[in-house]
C-alpha cells in the first residue's frame, strides 16, 4: 500500500467512530521535549508553549507527518491544581470533569491513570467505566502510567464492566511506551528508572504494531500514545492499521514494511532480516549483562 496523506473531509470525532473509522491519537510531549532540551523535569510545566514554540510545534508536525488524527494542546500540569494535586487516579474526580464538560454541548472523552486494579479508591476498572459513561462521557479509556500490555488488560476490564451494565461507550488508549510489568498500582512513576533510566524498557516498533492489533481486535478505536511514544512509534500504530484506515501517513514513504528496505543492505545476513517473521519473533537483548529483567517498585 502506497503512501497516500490523509482523507480530506472533516469530521467530528463522534462523526469518525460512528463510522467505525480509526483514529489514531498523538505521542508523548513532557517526556521528549525534556530530552530534547525544551522542559525541565520535576513538575514538568509546559512553559514550553512560550519560550520554544517552534519546538512544540515540531513535535506536533511530527505527529501529524506519522499518522496522528488528533494532536492534544500541549498544557499539561500547566494548572495550579494539577501541580499540587495527582489528577484522575481517582474516578470521583473524573467524573467531576466529565459533568462539568458537559455543559459546553460538545463530546467528551475521558481518560484515567489507572492499571487493572482500579483507582487510587480501590475501583475497579469496570465500575470507574460505568461512573464515567453514566455521568455523560462519550469516549472513556486510559492513558499514561502503564505499558501497552497492561494497559490494554486495563482496558478489556473496562469494557467488561460496560457490557455487564448494559452500557456503551467508544474506547480509547494512550499508554506509555515503556514495557511495565513489574509497575505497583502507581505506575511507572515507583519505578527507580524513574525517570531518568527508562530508555531500557522502550517498546520497539514491531511492539507497537502489535499492541495497535490487540487494541483494535479489543474494539478500541481511538488508539495512540503517552509518555516516551515517539513519532515512529505512531507511525507503528498507523501502518498497522492501515488496511482498516485505507493508506499510509506521509512518513511511510522512508519506511519499508517490516524492514522491506533493508533487502538493499550490501551485508546478506542483514538482507535476510527484510521479513515480517523475522521482526514479529525477535527478542531483543538489552545488551547489559548485569542488569534485571525487571525491578522492585518503591513504596
Known sequence: MAPAGRPGAKKGILERLESGEVVIGDGSFLITLEKRGYVKAGLWTPEAVIEHPDAVRQLHMEFLRAGSNVMQTFTFS????????KYFEYVEEAVWAVEVLKESDRPVAVTMCIGPEGDMHDLTPGECAVRLVKAGAS????NCRFGPETSLKTMKLMKEG???AGLKAYLMVQPLVFHTPDCGKEGFVDLPEYPFGLEPRVATRWDIQK????????GVRYIGGCCGFEPYHVRAIAEELAPERGFLPPASEKHGSWGSGLDMHTKPWVRARARREYWENLLPASGRP???SLSKPDD
Open 162 to 164: 460496560l457490557e455487564r
Open 211 to 218: 499492541y495497535a492489533r490487540e487494541a483494535y481486535n479489543l
Open 139 to 142: 469516549i472513556i479509556g486510559v
Open 78 to 85: 500547566a494548572s495550579e491544581d494539577n501541580m499540587e494535586s
Open 290 to 292: 548485569f542488569c534485571p
